[in-house]
């Protein structure tokens, strides 16, 4: 098993920037892909951010491409997502997830198995 827990959430105001954070432990050699989602109120979940354990492998949501940068620390097991230049449209509640393997489905949840409690992240005007 793998647990996941996210940090650095808050409130934020437009313009700003936060960074999350999302350590793993347990079996984390059994991870090969960390992802960010995110669920805002009323909304259905979507997809934010991917990366590869080796780091070589980056994929963006349009809404987020230019302003977040996810990025991963192998040693402490952390996942980071630096998120710039937000709007009141991108808060939300955020979700790390963790899988053994890549897939062209990374933007769908059902491809990951573990996942963290999610924190919230929330941007006034």
């Known amino acids: 098993q793998v647990q996941l827990v996210e940090s650095g959430g808050g409130l934020v105001q437009a313009g700003g920037s936060l960074r999350l954070s999302c350590a793993a432990s347990?079996?984390?050699?059994?991870?090969?892909?960390m992802v960010w989602f995110r669920q805002a109120p009323g909304k259905e979940r979507e997809f934010v951010a991917a990366i590869s354990r080796s780091g070589g492998y980056l994929y963006y949501a349009d809404s987020v491409k230019g302003r977040f940068a996810i990025s991963i620390d192998n040693a402490k097991n952390t996942v980071y997502l630096q998120a710039n230049s937000l709007t009141p449209e991108d808060t939300a509640v955020y979700y790390c997830a963790a899988g053994p393997y890549a897939s062209p489905n990374y933007y769908r949840g059902e491809t990951y198995d573990y996942w963290g409690q999610g924190i919230q992240v929330t941007v006034s005007s």
């Open positions: 347990g079996r984390t050699l059994s991870i090969d892909r």
